[in-house]
């Protein structure tokens, strides 16, 4: 209980014990946490402006959408317009060709129908000439006659 | 029951509470209490030595389980003298609010120990008397307050020069009338007497107190069956409460260590 050298030496203890933790442990240690705290903040920090960024982008990535859409719809439009063009333009040039074609046979059926009706005269002549002649057997000699007989068979 | 055949109370309680003394000079006061000083140099090159390692290969990375104990511990005490002291806490003043807190807990908890089983194996060391618990030497936790008490003269002086020192102890609390001087002085020198005296006859108390309580509960486990129980249930009780007061004290001399210091460094 009596005050003696003890106090004089504890102090002596406590003051070495004061100069090490002052020196040698808060220092590093806080230092440690410092670092941790700038550490976190730092990762904070980024979180939030890439969280931002995400904001950012996707506020962009519909609007690039929107447009592309608009773009699209445009161009879809102006398709459906060229093809009923293109139907357009193949009905009028199938209408012209069917036309040629009708004209091309046409005339072909009336040749035909010349040349038939040709023949026949000739036949009809030829027939009508064998009927005179057998007729005429002996009057009509087919030397002599034979100019008459040409031009009956050109008037039949 | 560690001192042999003829034991009474008394001398139970006699040998529980003598120091063990070394002569370093002529006098009653060139005595050392060697138990003291070893067992609170002991304490402090462990606790200390402790901190170092962990603080040596500290990491600004995730921190291990030592590093994360002691950063708590570390924290905790900066962040109690962050909301008392406003000054550049890191110089000083938060590293030994640190070391009182570490210093003054460990040498609190070694009254943890089982005084009778502890008595023992001094004995088998051949240390007939010595106390464990350097918080219940006077001698120690005075010289605590008194290095805070000339801690906080150095800082006065330091902060505020040796003319303001002296002008604040006799131009406050009541005012720089000329009249009013030795008033303030008188008021001044009280609290400035008064603070170290509080500071450890506080803590030197409150566990020199817990020390004989279990002293005295050991002393009723030895009257026979019925006391062993109630001995037993009582020093287990006490125990546990004792670490509430073990803590509660380190932190209050903490506390008070760094109000003190605060105050120096802050004019009125």
């Known amino acids: 209980m009596n005050i003696n050298f003890t106090l004089f030496s504890q102090a002596a203890a406590f003051a070495v014990f004061i100069w090490f933790t002052v020196k040698f442990v808060w220092p590093p240690l806080m230092r440690a946490i410092e670092d941790r705290q700038k550490t ?18 996707s506020h962009r990535s519909a609007d690039v959408l929107k447009e592309a859409k608009q773009r699209a719809s445009v161009i879809i439009a102006q398709a459906e317009k060229r093809a009923s063009q293109i139907i357009e333009e193949a009905k009028g040039t199938a209408k012209d060709e069917g ?3 009708l004209v091309g046979a046409k005339a072909e059926v009336e ?3 010349f040349r038939a009706k040709e023949t026949l005269r000739q036949q009809v002549a030829d027939l009508a000439v064998a009927g005179a002649a057998k007729i005429l057997r002996r009057e009509v000699d087919a030397k002599t006659h034979a100019d008459l007989l040409t031009s009956i068979r050109a008037e039949l | 029951m560690a001192s042999g055949a003829e034991l009474t109370p008394t001398s139970y309680m006699t040998h529980h509470l003598t120091n063990m003394t070394s002569s370093v000079g002529e006098g009653a006061f060139w005595t050392l209490h060697v138990d003291t000083l070893v067992m609170s140099l002991l304490l402090g090159i462990l606790s200390f030595g402790f901190l170092w390692s962990v603080v040596r290969g500290a990491t600004s990375g995730v921190p291990g389980k030592r590093q994360a104990f002691v950063e708590l511990a570390v924290e905790f005490i900066d962040d109690q003298v962050k909301s008392t002291f406003h000054g550049d806490r890191h110089a000083f003043v938060a590293p030994a609010a640190l070391t009182v807190f570490v210093w003054v807990l460990m040498m609190n908890a070694m009254d943890l120990l089982p005084i009778d089983i502890m008595a023992l194996i001094y004995e088998l060391l051949g240390l007939h008397n010595w106390r464990s618990v350097p918080t219940t030497d006077i001698n120690a936790t005075f010289a605590l307050a008194l290095s805070v008490w000339l801690l906080m003269i150095f800082f006065n002086i330091k902060v505020k020069g040796f003319g303001g020192w002296i002008h604040e102890l006799v131009c406050t609390p009541f005012g720089k009338n000329p009249l009013l001087w030795p008033v303030n002085l008188l008021f001044n020198l009280v609290e400035y007497v008064s603070k170290p005296l509080s500071h450890s ?3 030197y108390g409150n566990i020199y107190a817990g020390e004989i ?24 009780g006490w125990a546990i409460f004792h670490i509430l007061i073990i803590t509660l004290q380190a932190f209050i001399f903490m506390m008070l260590t760094v109000v ?5 460094h802050e004019s009125h």
């Open chain 1, 99 to 101: 036309n040629r074609i």
């Open chain 2, 201 to 203: 006859l506080r803590l």
């Open chain 2, 213 to 236: 309580i279990f002293l005295l509960i050991g002393m009723w486990a030895a009257t026979g069956l019925a006391g062993t129980v109630f001995g037993t249930i009582l020093g287990a």
């Open chain 1, 40 to 57: 976190i903040a730092d990762g904070l920090a980024a979180g939030e402006r890439g969280k931002h960024e995400l904001e950012l982008s």
């Open chain 1, 111 to 113: 040749q035909e129908v």
């Open chain 2, 260 to 264: 003190y210091l605060s105050m120096a």
